[in-house]
């Protein structure tokens, strides 16, 4: 099993059938593997973002020999001005960080709009709400009631007491 290496790490720019005709005739010249080629015009591509690098910045930028780095510039120049995108490599568009509310159809994981629920939206959640609150309020109504009859009837025991009370003292 290899060592995970980060210098082992695979570019980002794939190759077409153009840059294998492009690796086809400098193979007749000079030995140059496709990861090579890949790895070159990756390191262009990332190296340049609105202004394109210029021949001097590619070659401190690639560890080549003089002829293959001019040909491979050469050739990442006029296919980067002949791409309609700003990049060779393809990107996924991402949802601006402003908060802006943009319909694009071709932005990717979106942030949602509207929280997720977790749980299904009964629809008889408020009128068993208000059930409750009705039922709350009736027994504490039996509650009030219970404890008026509960002081009536000692009442009315205190004064049978009471009343008999006078008969026995007369």
Same mark, same amino acid.
């Given at each position: 099993?290899?060592?995970?290496?980060?210098?082992?790490?695979?570019?980002?720019?794939?190759?077409?059938?153009?840059? !294998?005709?492009?690796?086809?005739?400098?193979?007749?010249?000079?030995?140059?593997?496709?990861?090579?080629?890949?790895?070159?015009?990756?390191?262009? !591509?990332?190296?340049?973002?609105?202004?394109?690098?210029?021949?001097?910045?590619?070659?401190?930028?690639?560890? !080549?020999?003089?002829?293959?780095?001019?040909?491979? *510039?050469? *050739?990442?120049?006029?296919?980067?001005?002949?791409?309609?995108?700003?990049?060779?490599?393809?990107?996924?568009?991402?949802?601006?960080?402003?908060?802006?509310?943009?319909?694009?159809?071709?932005?990717?994981?979106?942030?949602?709009?509207?929280?997720?629920?977790?749980?299904?939206?009964?629809?008889?959640?408020?009128?068993?709400?208000?059930?409750?609150?009705?039922?709350?309020?009736?027994?504490?109504?039996?509650?009030?009631?219970?404890?008026?009859?509960?002081?009536?009837?000692?009442?009315?025991?205190?004064?049978?007491?009471?009343?008999?009370?006078?008969? !026995?003292?007369?």
């Amino acid at each position: 099993v290899p060592a995970f290496n980060l210098d082992n790490e695979q570019p980002d720019y794939d190759m077409d059938s153009e840059d !294998e005709t492009l690796l086809n005739r400098l193979n007749r010249k000079m030995e140059i593997k496709p990861l090579q080629f890949e790895i070159m015009v990756d390191r262009l !591509e990332k190296a340049s973002s609105s202004q394109l690098v210029t021949l001097q910045e590619a070659k401190l930028l690639l560890n !080549e020999d003089d002829y293959l780095i001019k040909a491979v *510039y050469d *050739y990442w120049v006029r296919k980067r001005k002949n791409c309609r995108g700003p990049s060779l490599i393809p990107q996924i568009k991402q949802e601006k960080r402003d908060g802006s509310t943009n319909n694009d159809p071709y932005v990717a994981f979106r942030r949602r709009t509207e929280k997720m629920q977790t749980r299904k939206n009964r629809k008889n959640d408020e009128a068993s709400y208000e059930k409750m609150l009705k039922l709350r309020r009736e027994f504490s109504r039996a509650i009030t009631i219970l404890e008026m009859i509960k002081r009536r009837e000692k009442t009315k025991r205190e004064l049978l007491h009471l009343t008999l009370e006078v008969v !026995e003292k007369r």
